[in-house]
């Protein structure tokens, strides 16, 4: 790509003026593939001290935290969970420990 195909990016330039980004049409099949397995460290859930605030869920790059119809945490989907720790420090409530995994 040449230097004239990309516009610059200044201040007074709106998104309809920029060089358009790319998209993926379908999300893939990742739930059909186990990729838990590469952690070394897991979260544990602890459901009396979860105030079901959902915090974990938005933050997790692997959609590990499962919820159910009503809103609600579940779990942690240990098959494609990598083991981040991301949910755990996203936690006010310190319902979710990090822990190594044995």
Same mark, same amino acid.
């Given at each position: 790509?040449?230097?004239?195909?990309?516009?610059?990016?200044?201040?007074?330039?709106?998104?309809?003026?920029?060089?358009?980004?790319?998209?993926?049409?379908?999300?893939?099949?990742?739930?059909?593939?186990?990729?838990?397995?590469?952690?070394?460290?897991?979260?544990?859930?602890?459901?009396?001290? +979860? @105030?079901? #605030?959902?915090? &974990?869920?938005?933050? !997790? %790059?692997?959609?590990? *935290?499962?919820?159910? /119809? =009503?809103?609600?945490?579940?779990?942690?989907?240990?098959?494609? +969970? @990598?083991? #981040?720790?991301? &949910?755990?420090?996203? !936690? %006010?409530?310190?319902? *979710?420990?990090?822990? /190594? =995994?044995?």
């Amino acid at each position: 790509m040449s230097k004239k195909e990309l516009r610059d990016v200044r201040p007074d330039v709106t998104w309809k003026d920029i060089t358009p980004g790319g998209t993926i049409d379908s999300p893939g099949n990742a739930h059909l593939f186990r990729t838990g397995d590469w952690r070394s460290m897991k979260p544990v859930w602890n459901e009396e001290k +979860c @105030k079901q #605030c959902l915090l &974990c869920n938005p933050v !997790c %790059p692997d959609s590990s *935290i499962m919820v159910n /119809e =009503e809103a609600k945490m579940t779990g942690i989907d240990y098959d494609h +969970c @990598k083991g #981040c720790g991301i &949910c755990a420090k996203a !936690c %006010p409530f310190k319902a *979710i420990d990090f822990v /190594e =995994e044995v």
